[in-house]
């Protein structure tokens, strides 16, 4: 099986698992991590077919996410630069190889391009960087989920009028990575173009983001290698064990940190996918999210219809801080101090739904609506698909070993 380092948004972030998730916050992660990728999965779908052999494959590269570049992230692995604008709305093109802060850039800087715009995120502890596409002259932006998940507030950058704007989450689709942000006070801006014709392998691609993160746009070119890919992607400073993503297009663009959510596009300039994710070593391979899927998906959030993937609106919050406590940390079912495998509080948001329920600091989650809780990872899992408002039961263990359960009414995140 191969591995992969996947999701090419980076940030500076500590506690984005689970800060990202309703009102759960992780904590001991630092935050100088870049949120790139850790080790994760990549399996090619059966019968798709490599440029150079035709032949069913099993890629055993490494991969990481192109999430957003964080300052000063130095991309891992970056191949050749890419090629000029022939073709596409863009201005303004030279060859870049580093940051002024020493990093390793992959690409050629454009100085703008139509409907391309860059994402940067506040996070619980740090910031993050990404990209985006401009759907509709009154600002709606198809990116990525990971480049905005955990995020506490959002600005977006129109890459052809320099202008900026503050940004919430429309709604999200975490199992195929799309969200769809929405710009306030935008209107008249120019949009991408799309082709929602199915990739060929072997076509000429080029692949558009804020490499590195640093504020600036780049392109790189490359070719479609295979079709209908599945991989395993999770971040680097994620703790569970990452997210299937189905049905990518696979290029030969070295998309790094900083391309996420920027476009895939054909020679003509036509948006034919989203940068996803991407290998790292010395031979990068590129994967983007098919622009067909991804606007089904765009469509559906717009028109406010949620589903079992489509969450629609604000996330719900528990307001709890944790920590896991787990058999191998503690060298037992119960560890030294008596407590069970679980989400551990590490502090209690004031006057959120834990602290309005009797749950502590100390306290152990163990279970919501009857599904146990191992670790903090469960809990978040648990509570994604929740809206505020809900009722769910939580069960507990308390400071003094006490076990506890009561309904609880979920708030509304601070989170995206």
């Known amino acids: 099986m191969p591995s992969i380092t996947a999701r090419i948004a980076?940030?500076?972030a500590a506690a984005v698992a689970l800060a990202a998730t309703p009102g759960v916050v992780a904590t001991g992660l630092s935050a100088a991590?870049?949120?790139?990728?850790?080790?994760?999965?990549?399996?090619?779908?059966?019968?798709?077919t490599t440029e150079?052999?035709?032949a069913t494959t099993e890629d055993q590269s490494t991969w990481t996410r192109r999430h957003g570049g964080s300052p000063g992230y130095a991309g891992q692995g970056l191949g050749s630069s890419g090629s000029g604008s022939s073709g596409f709305d863009a201005t303004?093109?030279?060859?870049?190889?580093?940051?002024a802060d020493g990093s390793t850039i992959s690409g050629t800087e454009v100085a703008s391009m139509k409907g391309v715009v860059m994402v940067d995120t506040v996070l619980p502890d740090g910031r993050g960087a990404g990209t985006g596409?401009?759907?509709?002259?009154?600002?709606?932006?198809l990116t990525n989920y990971h480049v905005v998940e955990g995020s506490t507030s959002i600005t977006v950058t129109d890459t052809t009028t320099g202008r900026t704007y503050p940004a919430t989450v429309v709604g999200h689709d975490a199992a195929h990575d799309v969200a769809v942000l929405r710009l306030s006070g935008a209107s008249g801006l120019s949009t991408v173009t799309v082709d929602r014709s199915p990739a060929q392998v072997g076509q000429s691609v080029v692949a558009v983001g804020q490499g590195g993160g640093q504020g600036a746009i780049y392109q790189v070119t490359g070719s479609v290698t295979a079709l209908d890919q599945t991989i395993t992607a999770q971040d680097e400073t994620s703790v569970g064990s990452g997210e299937q993503l189905t049905g990518l297009i696979r290029t030969t663009a070295d998309v790094v940190p900083g391309y996420s959510g920027g476009p895939l596009l054909d020679t003509s300039g036509r948006v034919i996918g989203i940068d996803t994710a991407a290998t790292s070593g010395g031979d990068i391979d590129g994967y983007a999210v098919p622009i067909s899927q991804a606007l089904a998906i765009a469509d559906q959030i717009t028109a406010g219809v949620r589903s079992d993937d489509v969450h629609v609106g604000a996330r719900a919050a528990l307001g709890v801080q944790v920590t896991d406590v787990t058999a191998g940390g503690y060298g037992g079912s119960r560890g030294a101090t008596g407590m069970p495998s679980g989400a551990a509080v590490a502090d209690v948001v004031a006057g959120g739904a834990a602290a309005a329920a009797g749950i502590t600091a100390g306290s152990t989650i163990t279970a919501v609506d009857g599904d146990t809780v191992t670790s903090g990872t469960d809990l978040s899992e648990d509570l994604s698909d929740e809206y505020p408002g809900t009722r769910v039961t939580v069960t507990w263990t308390d400071p003094s070993g006490t076990t506890r359960s009561t309904s609880v009414t979920l708030g509304t995140s601070t989170v995206a």
């Not at 790139?36 to 059966?46: I, Q």
């Not at 303004?92 to 940051?99: H, K, N, P």
């Open 10 to 12: 980076a940030t500076a």
């Open 33 to 48: 991590q870049s949120r790139v990728s850790a080790p994760a999965t990549v399996v090619p779908a059966s019968g798709a």
């Open 52 to 54: 150079e052999s035709g």
């Open 92 to 99: 303004g093109s030279s060859d870049l190889s580093r940051a």
């Open 133 to 141: 596409m401009i759907l509709t002259a009154g600002g709606e932006v």
